[in-house]
């Protein structure tokens, strides 16, 4: 990520909201993502930080930039773990509405149902395959003296 890449770059402040989406980032995108997706658009600087995926060295960074953009505002503070307050971060009225029209998010996050019936067949196909290696080992345990007939059976047939 070239910092110097992502500043703004004409004297209108606040930037557009086509001059922000040339400029956002994919840090910045996850943090605005992860926000826009709570209920009452707000998250504190752990949770967020850790939702979206941002290293802790460069959260400051990129909240900072999201602030002066005017995209979101901290509005309390609350214990985080470990005896530390964080900041609580919520998307400003600016902020949901770059959100509606400038995240360009998916039209329909939820799954498609062939999708969905996708990932049932992965996870009967892997159901399987853990069935076919818990039967190996239990195999190979027998052969190896290390488990008798009985007691394979006993684990094959829970």
């Not at 999708?115 to 076919?132: C, G, H, I, N, Y």
């Amino acid at each position: 990520m070239n910092d110097a890449n992502q500043t703004e770059t004409s004297d209108e402040f606040p930037p557009s909201f086509d001059e922000m989406r040339t400029h956002l980032g994919e840090a910045r995108r996850n943090l605005l993502t992860v926000l826009y997706a709570t209920d009452n658009y707000s998250a504190n600087t752990s949770d967020l930080r850790q939702q979206a995926g941002v290293p802790s060295g460069s959260m400051n960074h990129h909240m900072t930039k999201l602030q002066r953009w005017e995209l979101v505002e901290e509005v309390d503070r609350e214990y985080a773990g470990r005896g530390s307050h964080a900041i609580v971060w919520r998307l400003t009225d600016r902020g949901e509405s770059f959100c509606d029209d400038g995240l360009e998010l998916p039209e329909n996050p939820l799954v498609e149902p062939e999708d969905f019936e996708a990932l049932r067949a992965d996870v009967s196909d892997l159901r399987d395959d853990v069935e076919t290696m818990k039967e190996a080992m239990v195999q190979i345990a027998v052969k190896a003296g290390g488990v008798k007939e009985e007691t394979a059976q006993e684990w094959l047939s829970d």
